[in-house]
């Protein structure tokens, strides 16, 4: 009976040791499953941020050129506006005979603009100053009535 129970022991530890390998060797199939799947997942991520990270870029540069586009576009009608209300004073209020040279500057961040002219009292203005159009488009204003004399 001892020699029954002693063949049940072999065989209850060979199964035991069959289950616990079988069991050990799907934990590390799965554990290195699992690894490579997260290896896999990780490299689709960086890949996804790394274009993402490019489009980003892209679109900033996009952005960046716009607005530099819009600042220089700015400053010329800036200095357009300078040289028209300078040539008009220059007009209604001569300072010489000869001609005069303007020169309307204006600095933006790495870069500077700068227009020069000459004026001279045939100069013609293409292009009026916002105040002198404004009041153009309203006409000449009314005459106003004389204060009683007191």
Known sequence: MLDKIKGFGEQISNFASGAVDGVTST?????????????????????????????VAEKAGQINDKVSD???????????EVMAVAVEELR?????????????????VLASLEIQMM?????????LPS????????GPEPDKPEAPAA
């Open 70 to 80: 819009m600042a220089t576009r700015e400053a010329v009608a800036q200095l357009r």
């Open 131 to 138: 105040a002198s159009r404004k009041a153009a488009e309203q």
């Open 27 to 55: 934990v590390k199939e799965g554990a290195s499953a699992v690894k490579d799947g997260a290896h896999a997942v990780a490299d689709k991520a960086t890949g996804a941020v790394s274009a993402a990270g490019q489009r």
């Open 92 to 108: 209604n209020k001569p300072i010489s005979t000869s001609p005069v040279l303007l020169i309307a500057k204006v600095d933006i």
């Open 119 to 127: 004026v001279d009292h045939n100069t013609q203005l293409l292009h």
